[in-house]
């Protein structure tokens, strides 16, 4: 009993770190930075092919970011990478730096088999500990490789401001990759094309 508890546990911490990497580890970053001149946000949102690709050897993938969007490899909270914006955007008295982050979990320690499987205990967990979570239609779509791939929207509050994630998930030898955008939800707007581009460059090198 104790056993399946915590392999219950081990799941839904997994889950989680998924949706707010992108928000608590900014927020911190935020905080610990000299003051950033707000300048306007629609000037770096928009990815184009000048972006540089991303390659990463040890996992097998590549990714076009952002152009003039910062790299961290730190694995800060247990991401592969994090891509954040220079420019930061601000809610009422908070500030945000949306970012795209790269997560990667073997099926195995979830107890899952597929990327059905995956989605819909991402979302249970989500529902159950985020009641205020609005979820979007679902996307399914396939890389450039042909692999199948979904693309999960979603709303939520997080310390008072309203926050949108958008969520590629795909799975490669048995390995789920889970890459989000988190932004503020009344900037969404200005991000819609970048993560769609971002998502569309996503490709297996292994």
Do not use: C
């Not at 927020?27 to 770096?44: D, H, L, N, V």
Request: avoid cysteine; aromatic fraction near 10%.
């Amino acid at each position: 009993m104790n056993n399946q508890k915590g392999f219950t546990n081990i799941i839904l911490v997994t889950i989680i770190v998924v949706i707010l990497v992108g928000t608590v580890g900014y927020f911190i970053f935020i905080k610990k930075s000299e003051p950033i001149t707000q300048q306007p946000t629609t000037a770096q949102t928009t990815a184009s092919n000048s972006g540089k690709a991303y390659q990463n050897n040890q996992y097998g993938f590549e990714v076009k970011h952002p152009e003039g969007w910062a790299i961290d490899e730190s694995g800060k909270l247990g991401t592969v990478v994090i891509f954040f914006n220079p420019v930061v955007d601000q809610s009422q008295s908070q500030t945000f730096q949306a970012n795209i982050n790269i997560l990667i979990r073997p099926l195995k320690n979830l107890g899952l088999k597929n990327i059905d499987e995956y989605v819909n205990l991402d979302k249970s967990m989500l529902l159950k500990y985020f009641p205020d979570v609005k979820f979007y239609p679902d996307e399914k779509i396939s890389l450039s490789d042909g692999k199948e791939a979904r693309i999960i929207s979603l709303s939520r509050m997080q310390n008072n401001m309203l926050i949108h994630d958008r969520h590629l998930i795909v799975i490669n030898n048995d390995n789920a990759y889970v890459m989000a955008l988190t932004a503020l939800d009344s900037k969404w707007d200005t991000y819609i094309n970048l993560i769609d581009s971002v998502f569309s460059s996503f490709k297996f090198i292994q």
